[in-house]
């Protein structure tokens, strides 16, 4: 009864060593078995239901390994919604779960609603009458929820370009239905090379919201975090002491070259990639020989400066030099080592933090979850946030790829010769996904505009 | 005195084109049937333009005439010109236009109704409409005649408290020097039904022998005229020409310097005007950087010398008509015969009806037509049809005859005006229609002829035309599919004289049509087993479904989606007070509009996703 396949991570994002996402619908193990390479040559289409497979998450366009995984198959109607249900086990964490999930969507499913799992099972008949006020009322709190979340990031210049691209292909549309709909009437012409012209550009401003948002980018791979400091001013220990109380998940993608290396974690669900140059986990002998220059390349990749000053020392020469390259940067202060005696000089620490540190020991652990919760409302402050906003922003970056498939197949249709009947086709879906960001509708807009820019009618 | 006039099972209130094809379509099963024109000189009038189709409008037409309606035919006996529209930009968008003789098509309709059995038409203006127990029971006439009806169909278009606006010069009066109806609005405040007050407008019409034809462009028809009745195969009727000229600036200087003086900016006429039909002071005022506007002179038959002036509609003064006229080219010495007019009417909010077109607060009650809100002869005669079918499915206790969005043009329009609304005279267009690669006027028949024949109006005539074309097109797709073209000297040298890659293997007929340079017609020459007796249509039929395969399939997905919303019914008996967690607004939209699908609900501005999600978990868990 219901049409499409939907998935999403249903897993708390960035906790546990397991993530699991969730693929529920008729198409569930279709397109799962589109991106899944089996250890033993196992075509998902083909099993029993109920039964757990070995093997890869791959991208058949670029031959691309994900992650080594467990697939669940459990078929219709014996599973949660009642609908095919495929869940796939990776290795838990941000990164990988998300990726996967792209992928996923990519090939056909849709990103689900907030508790449409569970309004799938009600609509389905799995749970009984009685619990459906409490479904009733998850969904609308959650999506409120949501949506307030998409109103929140929507502020400011994202909306404003979204709003923009959209307008563009409103006048763009409402110029061919102008020469469709008033053939008789003098409408200037719209040759196709205005028409792929523009189509071209709003792809351009698609791929630049999609590349250069910033928190997109945050979201997707993680606030980048350099923890800087002078020699043996205790970074190393900082970083374990943040590795032991979160989980650390995942280490390095093995087989890709990089001068640095990554630790990823979880803080209070929002993914942090520890830059560090390389070899930061080995012994603490190496790590002592990090000096400034090789700093440098760290501090240039950073979102977040995590500055550590060393209780038990006096402030020197080096930490100077140090702050002078992070001054433009977003610095987190830590004082560290505050277990030992203090030889700093506090007064100076308070100017050069403009009072704002955090005092820790990574012995003792003292400060450690200060630190954390200063990092997390740092990140808020910045209007990337929990979950919830996640999600939204996900459903954007759906709705933005979708319109830009969309103008892609518009511009194939020109290609081909087709008429601008079939080009007004994608150009209208083009247009529906954008209005799903602005939550605008489309058709409206659309007859304002012919009227308001061309003069028709008799 | 009021005196028994008759009993009848449909009283059909106005005989324009909403009305004509409502009385039309109960006669015709079997109702009895009585239908009132306040003059009936005026029956199918045509108070605008004297033309039928153009884009989207066309797609009515002919979904009409699928339907078993008669505007179509009545248009193909009586048309002096046609046109093709839209040839360039792809068959979803083809369209006829046809020029009308206007006086020709009146008669003929006059005269189909007049023959048509179960049919009485009348010289009455109905003044009450009386209503018992939320069931209609009779209709009074000016003149006391009180015909009991077991359901009523309003049509009244533009006369409902006409006035007529020229310049500072207004009056109380219906379209085109006839009366208005001012007894009926109050009977409708009566019963409780919410009027909004529409506008529009026409232009003067000028003698022939005035016009200066030698300065302007000529406009002829098409050298092969397409009827627009899939009842008729050919027509062969001298066709007249159309003529195009320009305003200029001295134009536009006139019409500016008199702009004080035009009721639409005085705030004379207060009633909303439809944007797609401005008249010539708002195409001046707001589109000041175009330096001329066209404007076509077009017959109004054949014999008279009265000609239309497409694109000048004024409601200005008289004397400024006359000035402004006589700037352009080939209209220097024109006289006018009658002037440019604007004629504000009311009409009903279209929310207050069910799909069906029936008043959703009294039984048996039909509106159709621009009283709907809606403008244009097609938009009034497609819903008149549908207003005319499901007074009669009422009658036999059959369920409401509904198309659907996928279905008809016809579906957009009426789900539009019930779901929507609208806040100014609402007209068709392309855009309009989500699904229009499907929608399209060449496939009228195959969308609808079999829906027509289950209500009663496809006749054996109309139903065995269709089935054989149907057969002739199926078989020919069949063979299409298994002949193989095998490479030969002559197979390649066609495909390189059509610009095409010449073939190495086989490859299907079918197949080789894919190629958009390839067209069937032609390709006879390399399809030795074609049969000789393919029809055009069929052709046309051929080369859009084999070429555009891959869309319609893509669209075909799109309205699969749009199904499942839509067969997901909301029963009459939902309350959506009962309802928790839905917002204020959308609570409100949802009882005023009452919808009857989760489809129709999505649509409603106000009501969004999450009110759907918790409306199908209502319905759900009372099932």
Same mark, same amino acid.
């Given at each position: 009864?219901?049409?499409?396949?939907?998935?999403?991570?249903?897993?708390? =994002?960035?906790?546990?060593?397991? &993530?699991?996402?969730? =693929?529920?619908?008729?198409?569930?193990?279709?397109?799962?078995?589109?991106?899944?390479?089996?250890?033993?040559?196992?075509?998902?289409?083909?099993?029993?239901?109920?039964?757990?497979?070995?093997?890869?998450?791959?991208?058949?366009?670029?031959?691309?390994?994900?992650?080594?995984?467990?697939?669940?198959?459990?078929?219709?109607?014996?599973?949660?919604?009642?609908?095919?249900?495929?869940?796939?086990?990776?290795?838990?964490?941000?990164?990988?779960?998300?990726?996967?999930?792209?992928?996923?969507?990519?090939?056909?499913?849709?990103?689900?609603?907030?508790?449409?799992?569970?309004?799938?099972?009600?609509?389905?008949?799995?749970?009984?009458?009685?619990?459906?006020?409490?479904?009733?009322?998850?969904?609308? &709190?959650?999506?409120?929820?949501?949506?307030?979340?998409?109103?929140?990031?929507?502020?400011?210049?994202?909306?404003?370009?979204?709003?923009?691209?959209?307008?563009?292909?409103?006048?763009?549309?409402?110029?061919?239905?102008?020469?469709?709909?008033?053939?008789?009437?003098?409408?200037?012409?719209?040759?196709?090379?205005?028409?792929?012209?523009?189509?071209?550009?709003?792809?351009?401003?698609?791929?630049?919201?999609?590349?250069?948002?910033?928190?997109?980018?945050?979201?997707?791979?993680?606030?980048?975090?350099?923890?800087?400091?002078?020699?043996?001013?205790?970074?190393?220990?900082?970083?374990?002491?943040?590795?032991?109380?979160?989980?650390?998940?995942?280490?390095?993608?093995?087989?890709?070259?990089?001068?640095?290396?990554?630790?990823?974690?979880?803080?209070?669900?929002?993914?942090?990639?520890?830059?560090?140059?390389?070899?930061?986990?080995?012994?603490?002998?190496?790590?002592?020989?990090?000096?400034?220059?090789?700093?440098?390349?760290?501090?240039?990749?950073?979102?977040?400066?995590?500055?550590?000053?060393?209780?038990?020392?006096?402030?020197?020469?080096?930490?100077?030099?140090?702050?002078?390259?992070?001054?433009?940067?977003?610095?987190?202060?830590?004082?560290?080592?505050?277990?030992?005696?203090?030889?700093?000089?506090?007064?100076?620490?308070?100017?050069?933090?403009?009072?704002?540190?955090?005092?820790?020991?990574?012995?003792?652990?003292?400060?450690?979850?200060?630190?954390?919760?200063?990092?997390?409302?740092?990140?808020?402050?910045?209007?990337?946030?929990?979950?919830?906003?996640?999600?939204?922003?996900?459903?954007?970056?759906?709705?933005?790829?979708?319109?830009?498939?969309?103008?892609?197949?518009?511009?194939?249709?020109?290609?081909?010769?087709?008429?601008?009947?079939?080009?007004?086709?994608?150009?209208?879906?083009?247009?529906?996904?954008?209005?799903?960001?602005?939550?605008?509708?489309?058709?409206?807009?659309?007859?304002?505009?012919?009227?308001?820019?061309?003069?028709?009618?008799? | 005195?009021?005196?028994?006039?008759?009993?009848? /099972?449909?009283?059909?209130?106005?005989?324009?084109?909403?009305?004509?094809?409502?009385?039309?379509?109960?006669?015709?099963?079997?109702?009895?049937?009585?239908?009132?024109?306040?003059?009936? /000189?005026?029956?199918?009038?045509?108070?605008?333009?004297?033309?039928?189709?153009?884009?989207?409008?066309?797609?009515?037409?002919?979904?009409?005439?699928?339907?078993?309606?008669?505007?179509?035919?009545?248009?193909?006996?009586?048309?002096?010109?046609?046109?093709?529209?839209?040839?360039?930009?792809?068959?979803?968008?083809?369209?006829?236009?046809?020029?009308?003789?206007?006086?020709?098509?009146?008669?003929?309709?006059?005269?189909?109704?007049?023959?048509?059995?179960?049919?009485?038409?009348?010289?009455?203006?109905?003044? /009450?409409?009386?209503?018992?127990?939320?069931?209609?029971?009779?209709?009074?006439?000016?003149?006391?005649?009180?015909?009991?009806?077991?359901?009523?169909?309003?049509?009244?278009?533009?006369?409902?408290?006409?006035?007529?606006?020229?310049?500072?010069?207004?009056?109380?009066?219906?379209?085109?020097?006839?009366?208005?109806?001012?007894?009926?609005?109050?009977?409708?405040?009566?019963?409780?039904?919410?009027?909004?007050?529409?506008?529009?407008?026409?232009?003067?019409?000028?003698?022939?022998?005035?016009?200066?034809?030698?300065?302007?462009?000529?406009?002829?028809?098409?050298?092969?005229?397409?009827?627009?009745?899939?009842?008729?195969?050919?027509?062969?009727?001298?066709?007249?020409?159309?003529?195009?000229?320009?305003?200029?600036?001295?134009?536009?200087?006139?019409?500016?310097?008199?702009?004080?003086?035009?009721?639409?900016?005085?705030?004379?006429?207060?009633?909303?005007?439809?944007?797609?039909?401005?008249?010539?002071?708002?195409?001046?005022?707001?589109?000041?950087?175009?330096?001329?506007?066209?404007?076509?002179?077009?017959?109004?038959?054949?014999?008279?010398?009265?000609?239309?002036?497409?694109?000048?509609?004024?409601?200005?003064?008289?004397?400024?008509?006359?000035?402004?006229?006589?700037?352009?080219?080939?209209?220097?010495?024109?006289?006018?015969?009658?002037?440019?007019?604007?004629?504000?009417?009311?009409?009903?909010?279209?929310?207050?009806?069910?799909?069906?077109?029936?008043?959703?607060?009294?039984?048996?009650?039909?509106?159709?037509?621009?009283?709907?809100?809606?403008?244009?002869?097609?938009?009034?005669?497609?819903?008149?049809?549908?207003?005319?079918?499901?007074?009669?499915?009422?009658?036999?206790?059959?369920?409401?005859?509904?198309?659907?969005?996928?279905?008809?043009?016809?579906?957009?329009?009426?789900?539009?005006?019930?779901?929507?609304?609208?806040?100014?005279?609402?007209?068709?267009?392309?855009?309009?229609?989500?699904?229009?690669?499907?929608?399209?006027?060449?496939?009228?028949?195959?969308?609808?002829?079999?829906?027509?024949?289950?209500?009663?109006?496809?006749?054996?005539?109309?139903?065995?035309?269709?089935?054989?074309?149907?057969?002739?097109?199926?078989?020919?797709?069949?063979?299409?599919?298994?002949?193989?073209?095998?490479?030969?000297?002559?197979?390649? #040298?066609?495909?390189?004289?059509?610009?095409?890659?010449?073939?190495?293997?086989?490859?299907?007929?079918?197949?080789?049509?894919?190629?958009?340079?390839? /067209?069937?017609?032609?390709?006879?020459?390399?399809?030795?087993?074609?049969?000789?007796?393919?029809?055009?249509?069929?052709?046309?039929?051929?080369?859009?479904?084999?070429?555009?395969?891959?869309?319609?399939?893509?669209?075909?997905?799109?309205?699969?989606?749009?199904?499942?919303? #839509?067969?997901?019914?909301?029963?009459?008996?939902?309350?959506?007070?009962?309802?928790?967690?839905?917002?204020?607004?959308?609570?409100?939209?949802?009882?005023?509009?009452?919808?009857?699908?989760?489809?129709?609900?999505?649509?409603?501005?106000?009501?969004?996703?999450?009110?759907?999600?918790?409306?199908?978990?209502?319905?759900?868990?009372?099932?």
């Amino acid at each position: 009864m219901i049409e499409d396949t939907i998935a999403a991570i249903s897993t708390p =994002i960035g906790e546990g060593g397991i &993530s699991i996402i969730r =693929i529920s619908g008729s198409d569930a193990i279709k397109i799962v078995s589109g991106i899944f390479k089996s250890k033993r040559n196992v075509d998902l289409r083909n099993v029993k239901s109920h039964t757990v497979h070995y093997g890869f998450i791959y991208d058949a366009e670029n031959d691309e390994i994900y992650d080594e995984v467990l697939v669940n198959v459990m078929k219709s109607p014996h599973t949660y919604t009642k609908e095919d249900v495929v869940e796939i086990n990776c290795h838990g964490g941000y990164i990988p779960s998300k990726r996967i999930l792209e992928l996923v969507l990519k090939n056909g499913a849709r990103l689900a609603e907030p508790g449409e799992f569970t309004k799938r099972a009600f609509l389905n008949g799995r749970l009984d009458i009685s619990q459906a006020e409490a479904v009733i009322d998850i969904i609308t &709190s959650k999506t409120d929820l949501s949506n307030k979340y998409a109103l929140m990031q929507l502020n400011g210049s994202v909306k404003e370009k979204i709003t923009k691209i959209k307008n563009d292909l409103v006048a763009l549309i409402a110029h061919i239905f102008a020469l469709m709909d008033f053939p008789e009437e003098d409408v200037e012409l719209l040759n196709d090379g205005e028409l792929i012209d523009g189509i071209n550009n709003s792809i351009r401003e698609i791929d630049e919201i999609l590349k250069t948002s910033e928190k997109g980018r945050i979201v997707r791979e993680g606030l980048n975090t350099a923890i800087i400091g002078k020699p043996n001013v205790g970074k190393s220990s900082l970083l374990n002491a943040l590795l032991n109380e979160n989980r650390a998940i995942v280490t390095d993608v093995p087989g890709t070259t990089r001068d640095i290396i990554e630790e990823h974690l979880s803080i209070k669900g929002i993914p942090i990639n520890l830059i560090d140059t390389a070899g930061i986990r080995q012994t603490d002998e190496i790590v002592e020989k990090i000096g400034v220059e090789r700093s440098r390349e760290a501090i240039d990749k950073a979102d977040l400066i995590i500055f550590v000053f060393d209780n038990s020392r006096p402030i020197e020469k080096d930490d100077y030099e140090i702050l002078k390259l992070i001054e433009n940067k977003k610095v987190l202060y830590i004082l560290n080592k505050i277990d030992l005696p203090s030889a700093i000089d506090i007064d100076e620490v308070d100017k050069l933090s403009g009072g704002r540190y955090v005092r820790l020991s990574s012995v003792t652990k003292e400060g450690l979850e200060t630190l954390e919760n200063t990092v997390y409302n740092m990140v808020l402050s910045d209007g990337l946030s929990h979950d919830e906003f996640l999600l939204t922003n996900m459903r954007h970056k759906d709705a933005l790829i979708k319109a830009k498939d969309s103008l892609m197949s518009c511009l194939n249709t020109i290609e081909s010769g087709l008429t601008e009947d079939f080009v007004s086709i994608d150009l209208n879906s083009a247009i529906d996904h954008l209005g799903l960001i602005t939550g605008e509708t489309a058709n409206e807009d659309l007859i304002n505009e012919i009227f308001e820019r061309f003069c028709v009618g008799k | 005195m009021i005196y028994n006039a008759g009993v009848y /099972d449909v009283a059909v209130i106005g005989l324009g084109h909403a009305g004509c094809e409502a009385a039309l379509a109960t006669a015709r099963l079997g109702l009895k049937t009585v239908a009132f024109a306040i003059n009936l /000189d005026s029956i199918a009038l045509m108070p605008c333009n004297p033309a039928i189709g153009g884009p989207a409008k066309t797609n009515l037409v002919r979904e009409i005439d699928a339907l078993g309606g008669q505007m179509a035919i009545n248009t193909d006996l009586t048309l002096i010109q046609e046109r093709t529209l839209n040839t360039s930009k792809g068959p979803a968008v083809r369209a006829l236009r046809a020029q009308s003789d206007k006086k020709r098509y009146q008669f003929n309709m006059k005269y189909t109704l007049e023959k048509q059995e179960n049919l009485d038409i009348k010289q009455a203006e109905v003044v /009450d409409i009386e209503v018992e127990d939320g069931q209609v029971k009779s209709v009074i006439t000016k003149t006391g005649a009180r015909y009991l009806c077991k359901s009523c169909i309003v049509t009244t278009g533009t006369y409902l408290r006409g006035r007529i606006i020229i310049g500072d010069v207004s009056y109380s009066g219906g379209p085109n020097g006839l009366f208005p109806a001012n007894e009926l609005s109050k009977c409708f405040e009566r019963l409780n039904i919410r009027l909004m007050r529409f506008k529009t407008g026409t232009p003067a019409r000028v003698d022939k022998k005035s016009i200066n034809f030698d300065a302007m462009e000529i406009q002829p028809g098409d050298d092969k005229i397409t009827p627009f009745s899939y009842m008729h195969d050919e027509i062969n009727v001298e066709q007249i020409p159309c003529w195009l000229t320009y305003t200029n600036e001295k134009t536009h200087e006139v019409i500016m310097r008199n702009i004080d003086r035009s009721p639409l900016y005085s705030g004379e006429i207060k009633g909303v005007g439809p944007r797609y039909c401005p008249s010539i002071e708002d195409k001046v005022v707001k589109f000041p950087d175009k330096l001329r506007h066209q404007l076509f002179i077009e017959p109004e038959g054949r014999d008279t010398n009265e000609m239309y002036v497409q694109g000048m509609s004024s409601s200005m003064p008289e004397d400024v008509q006359i000035e402004f006229l006589r700037t352009i080219k080939g209209l220097e010495n024109v006289k006018v015969m009658r002037p440019g007019y604007a004629i504000e009417y009311d009409c009903i909010d279209p929310t207050q009806l069910k799909q069906s077109l029936e008043l959703k607060t009294i039984s048996g009650l039909f509106f159709a037509g621009q009283v709907n809100g809606t403008s244009g002869y097609e938009e009034a005669a497609a819903q008149g049809l549908m207003a005319g079918i499901n007074a009669a499915m009422k009658y036999y206790n059959r369920e409401p005859f509904i198309l659907d969005r996928s279905e008809a043009y016809i579906g957009v329009l009426i789900d539009d005006l019930v779901t929507k609304g609208t806040n100014e005279p609402y007209r068709m267009l392309t855009s309009r229609a989500e699904y229009r690669l499907i929608l399209r006027q060449d496939n009228a028949d195959f969308r609808l002829t079999e829906k027509g024949r289950q209500i009663g109006l496809v006749d054996d005539e109309r139903y065995n035309r269709f089935l054989m074309k149907k057969a002739q097109y199926e078989k020919e797709m069949e063979r299409l599919k298994n002949t193989m073209i095998t490479p030969s000297h002559d197979v390649n #040298e066609y495909l390189k004289s059509k610009g095409s890659s010449p073939i190495v293997t086989g490859i299907t007929m079918y197949d080789l049509l894919k190629r958009p340079e390839i /067209d069937y017609v032609s390709s006879k020459v390399i399809d030795s087993g074609r049969p000789d007796d393919i029809r055009d249509d069929v052709a046309f039929q051929i080369d859009i479904n084999i070429k555009y395969e891959g869309y319609i399939k893509k669209q075909m997905e799109q309205v699969e989606k749009f199904k499942a919303l #839509e067969n997901k019914k909301i029963p009459s008996w939902i309350n959506y007070d009962d309802i928790k967690g839905i917002s204020i607004e959308a609570r409100q939209k949802l009882k005023s509009i009452m919808p009857t699908s989760v489809g129709q609900a999505s649509r409603i501005s106000g009501v969004s996703p999450a009110d759907i999600s918790v409306i199908l978990i209502y319905l759900q868990s009372r099932r």
